[in-house]
Nanobody, 121 residues
């Protein structure tokens, strides 16, 4: 059974860094792309960053460009989000997403449980 397992969330001070990881496991034939979304109280859910498995092309929310870096390890079916120069506004639940093809099934979106990131002094 396919699942996404996230790790790396926690409490950091403004200006600090944090690295999130998300590993997709199960009977997976192929992954098209993986990414991170976030949602905070009073804000709409937004796509933070996205990366394709094919050519590694990326896109970022304007609010995190220049501060966050998304990367992937295709051999491990894992995506990472390196978050630098963190701001209190980055506080949110970060959720991993993958669009993948399980063996014998169809292309589908899968979601992790989410990990809390809190930026505060």
């Amino acid at each position: 059974q396919v699942q996404l397992v996230e790790s790396g969330g926690g409490l950091v001070q403004p200006g600090g860094s944090l690295r999130l990881s998300c590993a997709a496991s199960g009977d997976i034939f192929s992954i098209n792309h993986m990414g991170w979304y976030r949602q905070a109280p009073g804000k709409q859910r937004e796509l933070v960053a996205h990366i394709t498995s094919g050519d590694g092309s990326t896109n970022y929310a304007d609010s995190v460009k220049g501060r966050f870096i998304i990367s992937r390890d295709n051999a491990k079916n894992t995506v990472y989000l390196q978050m630098n120069s963190l701001k209190p506004e980055d506080t949110a639940v970060y959720v991993c997403n993958a669009y993948l093809l399980p063996h014998g099934l169809r292309w589908s979106d899968y979601w992790g449980q989410g990990t809390q990131v809190t930026v505060s002094s």
